[in-house]
């Protein structure tokens, strides 16, 4: 079991930026790929970024070149370091773990992430 808690969000204008935080407990599987997804008010979840168990990183189209994914040696804690932040970067964002980048088994109770003009 796996817990996942997220910590950073807030509010910020345009251009600012933040750093989301994505504490991981419990049994840490070496081969689970770890990744960030969002959800503003009436769309659909989208995946943002992910590293998967040999460090890959991937990124959504939207947030490359703006957005970093880093993860510690012990894979206990996620990074999102957010720059140029924009107002549809909005969304709460959630950090996530699998036994695949395309299908994860446990999830935290988001943060959010609010970007005014």
């Known amino acids: 079991q796996v817990q996942l808690v997220e910590s950073g969000g807030g509010s910020v204008q345009s251009g600012g930026s933040l750093r989301l935080s994505c504490a991981v407990f419990?049994?840490?599987?070496?081969?689970?790929?770890w990744g960030w997804f969002r959800q503003a008010p009436g769309k659909e979840r989208e995946a943002v970024a992910y590293?998967?168990?040999?460090?890959?990183?991937s990124y959504a189209d939207s947030v490359k070149d703006r957005f970093t994914l880093s993860q510690d040696n012990a894979k206990n804690k996620l990074s999102l370091e957010m720059n140029s932040l924009k107002p549809e970067d909005t969304a709460m964002y959630y950090c996530?773990?699998?036994?695949?980048?395309?299908?994860?088994?446990?999830w935290g109770q988001g943060t959010q992430v609010t970007v005014s003009s």
């Open positions: 419990g049994y840490i599987y070496s081969g689970y790929c």
């Open positions: 590293i998967d168990a040999n460090g890959s990183t």
């Open positions: 996530a773990a699998g036994y695949t980048c395309y299908d994860y088994k446990y």
